[in-house]
């Protein structure tokens, strides 16, 4: 068995890994709404991610290491997965990515609520006066970040909010799904289960509400792009993702992921001009520093047995 000591640094690598990967996303997904629908585009990048990792379930399967309890335990974080990723890719039709992704980083707060109340380890953050000043810093980080818009309040802003805002919930039950079901099982075969039931998920969405025939008249660089974050966003960044949460917990790997807007908005602003205000970027270094805080605190915390 690893010794706790050495899976810190493990999780970390793994968070850190995560959050680039994480990054590339918002960019395609917004580039991406200029060719086909949401529903289209959804069943697009997880089918190309379900396939990257294909293999590998057979190749599991074939030498008998498949731990054959993965199919009933992907079906949560799947249910979850679904609903998540039709709200996430919703939003970028209504506002842009650093934004999008910005607020969809107020899912620590459910994340770390649900932790709480789900896993032993974790409840010593309750005591921690850091930790909850940390959570305090991210949210009015994120709250000012949303307010500090030039267009706050239009009807535009608010559609994108609150698709933003439903995503960012879904996002925090398919963590703690996703971390209870596969605390024991290899994440490389935890999503894999989980892609191939999401894909059916997004399949039917895409056949009732989408226009699949979008596709066929994409360009080989779109298609490029939706293979490319299918493989960074989705495969490599949800294993690493569960690689980190199985090592360290979930509170942590979420909050790493809170500096994932400012990746995105260094990019963002040069492929689609997107910037912040002076007021935002305040809030976005409050935001930071929650982060950062809440962080600290939860690699102080002792362990149950010694509390």
Not at 108 to 131: H, M, N, P, T
Not at 167 to 178: C, D, K
């Amino acid at each position: 068995m690893t010794d706790p000591a050495h899976r810190k640094p493990e999780g970390t690598a793994a968070a850190l890994g995560a959050l680039l990967c994480f990054a590339a996303g918002p960019i395609f997904i917004k580039y991406l709404t200029g060719y086909v629908d949401l529903w289209t585009q959804n069943v697009l990048r997880y089918l190309a991610a379900c396939l990257f990792w294909l293999p590998f379930l057979l190749w599991s399967l074939h030498t008998r290491r498949l731990d054959h309890r993965v199919w009933k335990r992907a079906l949560l974080p799947a249910g979850a997965n679904v609903i998540l990723q039709t709200f996430w890719a919703a939003a970028f039709y209504h506002i842009d990515p650093a934004l999008m992704d910005l607020l969809v980083k107020s899912s620590v707060i459910w994340i770390a609520g649900f932790s709480i109340i789900f896993f032993a380890d974790e409840r010593g953050l309750v005591q921690s006066k850091r930790f909850w000043f940390g959570m305090v810093l991210s949210t009015v980080g994120v709250a000012g970040v949303l307010i500090g818009r030039a267009d706050f309040g239009s009807q535009t802003s608010t559609t994108g909010t609150v698709l933003a805002l439903a995503a960012a919930f879904f996002w925090a039950l398919y963590t703690v799904f996703a971390r209870t079901a596969f605390r024991d099982i290899d994440s490389r075969i935890g999503f894999g289960a989980i892609s191939i039931y999401t894909v059916a998920g997004l399949a039917g969405l895409a056949a009732m509400f989408g226009d699949t025939g979008q596709s066929l008249a994409m360009p080989a660089w779109p298609w490029a792009c939706v293979v490319i974050s299918a493989i960074l966003s989705i495969a490599l960044s949800h294993v690493l993702y569960y690689a980190a949460m199985r090592r360290i917990g979930a509170t942590i790997p979420s909050l790493v992921l809170l500096t994932t807007p400012f990746a995105v908005l260094a990019i963002s602003r040069v492929v689609f001009g997107e910037s912040l205000s002076r007021v935002q970027l305040a809030f976005g270094m409050v935001l930071l520093a929650g982060g950062a805080l809440a962080i600290w605190s939860r690699e102080h915390l002792r362990p149950p047995s010694a509390q």
